[in-house]
Antibody, heavy 116, light 110 residues
Framework: EVQLVESGGGLVKPGGSLRLSCAASGFTFSTYNMNWVRQAPGKGLEWVSSISSSGNYIYYADSVKGRFAISRDNAKNSLYLQMNNLRVDDTAVYYC?????????WGQGTLVTVSS | QSALTQPASVSGSPGQSITIACTGTSSDVGSSNLVSWYQQHPGKAPKLMIY???KRPSGVSNRFSGSKSGNTASLTISGLQAADEADYSCCSYAGTGTYVFGSGTKVTVV
């Protein structure tokens, strides 16, 4: 059974940093592109970042470019999102999602709250 | 990277059919077959319902179908059921490795 489990969310002050993790199991992690997708309270989904299976290709939404960094460790079946210089409008549930022909598996999400 | 446009809400009676439109631009929906649709119940993670415009993942009811014309993609739910009441979001590949989601539509079964 495919499982994606996010962790690392919490309350942080504006300008602070946080590192999210996503532990994957039930599939060959190293062969899939992975993504972070977020959802602000009461709002729609927003694609944040993607990383290719090998880690060689990385893409970001304009809203996080220069502040967030996606990475993966295929030996540990794990995906990461380093978030720096956090802003109030980064407050959201952050989902880890596998991409095949669509975002076919999602984690349960981890809540990041940016507030003073 | 502006969000794709969806109606805020759509409603229908049990057994009816409803269609949700998702309007983008020639840079995303209009130039990509990587259009997908997601169902999300309150407090839950999204679930893939349609990929590549009109393909259904294994296990998704054939009451759900997708199509595209120009810059607009559509999701049709036929034989509406109470369990279909949820939020639905479209998503399109937007070039250079990026994706854009729609604004989301709340489906109500009245």
């Amino acid at each position: 059974e495919v499982q994606l489990v996010e962790s690392g969310g919490g309350l942080v002050k504006p300008g602070g940093s946080l590192r999210l993790s996503c532990a994957a199991s039930g599939f060959t992690f190293s062969t899939y592109n992975m993504n972070w997708v977020r959802q602000a309270p009461g709002k729609g989904l927003e694609w944040v970042s993607s990383i290719s299976s090998s880690g060689n290709y990385i893409y970001y939404a304009d809203s996080v470019k220069g502040r967030f960094a996606i990475s993966r460790d295929n030996a540990k079946n794990s995906l990461y999102l380093q978030m720096n210089n956090l802003r109030v409008d980064d407050t959201a549930v952050y989902y880890c999602a596998r991409h095949d022909w669509g975002f076919d598996y999602w984690g349960q999400g981890t809540l990041v709250t940016v507030s003073s | 990277q502006s969000a794709l446009t969806q109606p805020a809400s759509v409603s229908g009676s049990p057994g009816q059919s409803i269609t949700i439109a998702c309007t983008g631009t020639s840079s995303d929906v209009g130039s990509s077959n990587l259009v997908s649709w997601y169902q999300q119940h309150p407090g839950k993670a999204p679930k893939l319902m349609i990929y590549e415009v009109n393909k259904r993942p294994s296990g998704v009811s054939n009451r759900f179908s997708g199509s595209k014309s120009g810059n607009t993609a559509s999701l049709t739910i036929s034989g509406l059921q109470a369990a279909d009441e949820a939020d639905y979001s479209c998503c399109s590949y937007a070039g250079t490795g990026t994706y854009v989601f729609g604004s989301g539509t709340k489906v109500t079964v009245v």
